[in-house]
């Protein structure tokens, strides 16, 4: 089983559509997850921490089900902007007053193309 | 916010040439420093974790001897790749970690050995 698995993709949305990208990892005793973004040919850039209560902001809500290990990232009115490949990554090591595990493990990352 | 830069932006060098790529966080210290290396449609790869003022710690399958990382200061780290083969080209990415969790990617260094 890969660290960390994305859906494959790659998903092309109408412009205002609702788009839901999955993430599963196997590492049970990873700490802490995000999601990224990152453009083509650029580096990523974080888009949002994910918490175990869930969590929201403006058009993006991340969801967390560590019994599932199990990570999900939704796209409200989906903008032309969207349009990147969105990465889910979790911190496997302990984060502990050192950090010294601390270790961002990246899925493959999933494609999206919001079309106009 | 934090930002992260990385020297050259990209690079061509022929097969057998040493090449060195430079990372600064330009408004934190940065107690730690990774790198990444990213291949076409692939996820980025940590390479290595670079601790200021101690060696670096190499993930499994990343020769130490060939990719060399000088973690000098608190905003300056290197990879150097030596003699660089054209399987070495690909996109490099550094990061600096500022705090506990808190990691910033630089713009990435792309490299085509010919």
């Known amino acids: 089983r890969k660290e960390v698995e994305q859906d494959p993709g790659p998903f092309n949305v109408p412009e205002g559509a609702t788009v839901a990208f999955n993430c599963t990892y196997s590492?049970?005793?990873?700490?802490?997850f995000f999601w990224y973004r990152q453009d083509c040919r650029k580096e990523p850039k974080l888009l949002m921490s994910?918490?175990?209560s869930g969590n929201e902001d403006g058009r993006f809500t991340a969801q967390l089900n560590r019994a599932s290990q199990y990570i999900s990232l939704l796209i409200r009115d989906s903008k032309l902007s969207d349009s990147a490949t969105y990465l889910c990554?979790?911190?496997?090591?302990?984060?502990?007053?050192?950090?010294?595990?601390?270790?961002?493990?990246f899925g493959k990352g999933t494609l999206l193309t919001v079309n106009p | 916010g934090a930002v992260v830069s990385q020297h050259p932006s990209w690079v061509i060098c022929k097969s057998g040439t040493s090449v060195k790529i430079e990372c600064r966080s330009l408004?934190?210290?940065?107690?730690?420093m990774f790198w990444y290396r990213q291949f076409p449609k692939q996820s980025l790869m940590l390479m290595a974790t670079?601790?200021?003022?101690?060696?670096?710690?190499?993930e499994q399958g990343v020769e130490k001897d060939k990719f060399l990382i000088n973690h000098a200061s608190l905003t300056l780290s290197t990879l150097t790749v030596t003699s660089a083969h054209p399987e070495d080209s690909s996109f490099y990415i550094c990061?600096?970690?500022?705090?506990?969790?808190?990691?910033?990617f630089g713009p990435g260094t792309r490299l085509l050995v010919l």
């Open positions: 990061s600096a970690r500022e705090g506990v969790e808190t990691q910033y």
């Open positions: 590492n049970s005793a990873s700490q802490s």
């Open positions: 994910v918490y175990s």
């Open positions: 990554v979790v911190n496997m090591g302990a984060v502990d007053s050192g950090g010294s595990n601390y270790k961002l493990t």
């Open positions: 408004d934190f210290q940065a107690t730690t």
């Open positions: 670079s601790n200021e003022g101690s060696k670096a710690t190499y």
